[in-house]
């Protein structure tokens, strides 16, 4: 059973970034990697993934080309650059990997990290 931990969360200001990465203990190579996130009394949403080939990326609309999502399948570790944040996007972020191809359902996913804190100050 692969384990998932994120880090790289944070305080930043508007307009800041974040670097966010996910180690997994296990092989991803054959795994997709999904980003989501969960903001205080809101549902659980998604935010980017990318395929176990880190060709099919996709990304939440509200991303608007802010994020950019990648893979380092020798370090087992997936990871999201957060660029120009905004308050909005002040939630808990979680990496979740399932098999070859990534989708947008957080019920598609296996395995969970247990998140790491963004806090974005206006």
């Known amino acids: 059973q692969a384990r998932l931990i994120e880090s790289g969360g944070g305080l930043v200001q508007a307009g800041g970034s974040l670097r966010l990465s996910c180690a997994s203990s296990?092989?991803?190579?054959?795994?997709?990697m999904g980003w989501f996130r969960q903001a205080p009394g809101k549902e659980r949403e998604f935010v980017a993934s990318?395929?176990?080939?880190?060709?099919?990326?996709k990304y939440a609309e509200f991303v608007e080309g802010r994020f950019t999502v990648s893979r380092d399948d020798p370090k087992n570790t997936a990871y999201l650059q957060m660029n120009n944040l905004k308050p909005d996007d002040t939630a808990l972020y979680y990496c979740?990997?399932?098999?070859?191809?990534?989708?947008?359902?957080?019920?598609?996913?296996?395995?969970w990290g247990q998140g790491t804190q963004v806090t974005v100050s206006s």
């Open positions: 990318i395929n176990m080939h880190g060709v099919d990326i």
């Open positions: 979740a990997t399932r098999p070859f191809r990534g989708t947008m359902k957080a019920n598609d996913y296996v395995y």
């Open positions: 296990g092989d991803i190579s054959w795994d997709a």
